[in-house]
């Protein structure tokens, strides 16, 4: 009788929604007027008559300074300048008539000029969708064990690079990424941007499988990500009860949920018909060049393979005997599981067969496998899809889960939004298909407290190297204070009243003197400000790993600017080769194109594969894309030196750099060395490194060491 009630007091439970009591008011309470949680105000700007003040950001800046007793750093040399701003700004470094262009223009708006030219090139906005991608945890691949590759995630990637190009304003920006196929129609842009609800990992395996698990995953991911990349909340910490820190309910997480209960992920043909019809006629043609191969390749194997069929079936259990003389047709749902057991044991695996192939046999199918492999990289690409969302015609009630067990249901209940933010009142479409409209434009709201700060935040951390608020995904009371909320406030009404443009708000700060200072330590100074909260000097920033290796691309002469496209694989070591494939058949698990120019596009486009990332890449603290990535640490240790100095592709490029230089200069020495430095270090060698220089290559050194030392160069590497 007791175990009855029990059950019966659970089934209650479950069917009741969930409402706001004085339990949750309590709650929350006074942390509801926590800095972040309050609409930025726009101070006025301090009326310092400093001749160092050029923009706003320097009188905040200068303001807060002079307060603690500090002054600003001496400015930057030009030469230094050029640098660091190209490399910030696109990744790339300045071609040594970039450099000049600029040292030698003494008018006054040389350096605007310089900025609009960077701003204006689709390097600026390749450079912004790394970053942006970091944060989204955007990758082509599935993840987890399989890591299945996503044919069309990159439409997405290449969304991210025309938005930031075109200057969209961030408010579109928002509103296409979460509910893009409702708010726009039609649009194809705006369809392809849901691909940021998939941008994430998702864990897709074989067997049996726990669907309603999955799908909780799916949401969790979804609401995860809405509340790192535009609100900066640590929403996911409400998942198992209301957040330790933050006036975050249980329920307001399921409340997110909610809002994606109908989401569902689709891939959406985008093609015309002509398309369409082309890839028919193309993929037949393909075909038709596979089919005869496949078949020797078949016919090679099929004595061998029969043979291993015949000798391991008859060593099987009876059970399984008995099963297989059972007609499939007629086989119950138990004999079927059976069945299919018994052919997993007498599969044949391809190294089984291989080892039985005479010799002779075995060349000619290997040569076979060989002209298979060529006519596969000229597989034609399939009709343009996106990657993106759709919602279903029924949303499925979602349940507050006791310690997030998706076994374990409490209320049900509506979608909706965090209470702190907008009050339990607010009211929130029930309909499927306006639901993640409605969370769209309350994020894209000028009157939204988080959006704007978030993404200025953002900015201000990628040109700044920290941010105002120092921990980007986070705003709660877990993360920092901002370190000038004055500053911090204004820039986010400034970009809301500059149309929420990207661009405005970076122009405004590299074209800043604060941006303009040298990064050079002071003693002094560090006992005041050990951390440069207040930026009286510039932070001193080690180039990422992507923009390190098209740096070395830019400088050996090899770089491939063609924008967009389907992911390239580049050579991996063997090394790695074997230890992620060991376990099949080593044919070509990792296709390379024949055109090998592909090798040296910029990293943005390289295969980004959760499993196997680059060691070059990885080394330079490379993002595992599981999860968001708002700052990537800067480590040193041993295995950064040997992808320097050692891999395959460093010294290939500094071949390929010695080469440039002897195509420019001949035998020349003294030209090769100049040169040399110009284009890795937009400068000229100073006597001493002349001399260093002539030393080493009059004494047997060869130029490609040289050149691999010239991009080891520390100056190389990091933003002067």
Known sequence: MRRTLIALTFVVTCASTWAWSDKDEAFIGKRRNWWSYQKPIRAAVPANPSAWVKTPIDAFLLDAMQAKGLMPSAPIEKYKLVRRVTLDLTGLPPTPEEADRFVRDLSPGAYEKLVDRLIGSTAYAERWAQRWLDVVRYADTNGYEIDAERPHAWRYRDYVVRSFAANKPYDRFIKEQIAGDELFPGDKDALIATGFHRAGPIHLVAGNQDEEMNRNEVLTEMAGAVGSTFLGMTVGCARC??????????????????????????????????????????????????????????????????????????????????????PEKERTKEQKALADEAHDRIEATWDEVLALVPVAEKARRTELRKRLHEIELTEPQPPATAYAVANAEKAPAIHILKVGDHKMKLDVVEPGLPVVLTGFNASFPRDVAGRRSALATWLASTEHPLTARVMVNRIWQFRMGT???????????????????????????????????????????????????????????????????????????????????????????????????????????????????????????????????????????LLNKRTVRLPMLANFDQPDAMTSCPQRPTSTHALQALSMLNSDFMNEQAKQFAGRLSNKCGSGEECRIHHAYRLSLARDASPAEMSMARDFLRQGGKLEDFCLAMLNRNEFVYVP
Do not use: C
Request: hydrophobic residues 35%; without cysteine; glycine residues 4%.
């Open 241 to 326: 009860h209301n957040h330790k820190f933050d006036p975050i309910l249980q329920a307001d997480y399921y409340r997110l949920q909610a809002v994606f209960a109908a989401t569902e992920g689709k891939d959406i043909v985008i093609a015309t018909n002509e398309e369409k019809a082309s890839y028919d006629v193309a993929k037949k043609a393909y075909e038709a060049k596979l089919k005869p191969i496949r078949d020797e390749i078949k016919a090679i194997e099929k004595p061998y393979r029969d043979k291993l069929h015949e000798e391991k079936r008859a060593k099987l259990e009876a059970k399984y005997i008995e099963v297989l003389k059972v």
């Open 467 to 605: 941010g105002l608020v120092t921990t980007p995904n986070d705003f709660g009371i877990l993360g920092s204070r901002p370190s000038n909320p004055k500053l911090l406030d204004w820039l986010a009404t400034e970009f809301m009243e500059k149309g929420w443009s990207v661009q405005a708000i970076d122009r405004l700060i590299v074209t800043s003197n604060a941006y303009k200072q040298s990064a050079d330590p002071d003693a002094a100074k560090a006992k005041i400000d050990p951390d440069n909260k207040l930026y009286w000097r510039m932070n001193h920033r080690r180039l990422e790993g992507e923009a390190i290796r098209d740096s070395v691309l830019a400088v050996s002469g090899n770089i491939n600017l063609r924008v967009g496209g389907p992911p390239v694989r580049v050579p991996i070591e063997k090394e790695v080769y074997d230890l992620i494939f060991s376990e099949h058949e080593p044919d070509n698990l990792w296709p390379l194109l024949p055109d090998k120019s592909e090798y040296a596009r910029r990293s943005l486009y």
